[in-house]
């Protein structure tokens, strides 16, 4: 039986691409001190899908995800949308840590 892919679906490609070329402020000073295993020696990928998440930077060595969330996850829809997320991923073996953007900047 042939196990369903849930990383990097191509159906989720083209919004990825939109992701990574509209990064946030935040997003892209981070990008820049993890890009090139800058941190310890590990790779990260940025706007790495998994399931139906695009994650904002993720590490396969370590099964880590890193989110950077915005003003706009200020706000109880935001939060419960992004518990269900981390629920997910975390069933599915991930470490999910979440920083809000003014604490990378």
């Known amino acids: 039986m042939k196990q369903k892919r849930i990383r990097n ?28 295993k800058k941190l310890d020696g ?3 990928r940025r706007q790495h899908s998994i399931g139906n998440y695009i994650t904002d930077f993720y590490c396969a060595q370590e099964n880590l995800i890193i989110e950077l969330d915005g ?14 997320r981390t629920t997910f991923l ?5 470490t999910v840590i979440r920083f809000m953007n003014k604490m990378v900047l």
């Open 42 to 44: 590990r790779k990260f």
């Open 9 to 36: 679906k191509p159906e989720t490609k083209s919004i990825r691409i939109q992701f990574r070329n509209s990064l946030t402020s935040a997003e892209a000073f981070l990008w820049n001190e993890l890009k090139g």
């Open 90 to 94: 975390n069933d599915k073996g991930y």
């Open 71 to 84: 003003e706009m996850h200020n706000n109880a829809i935001s939060t419960e949308n992004d518990d269900k």
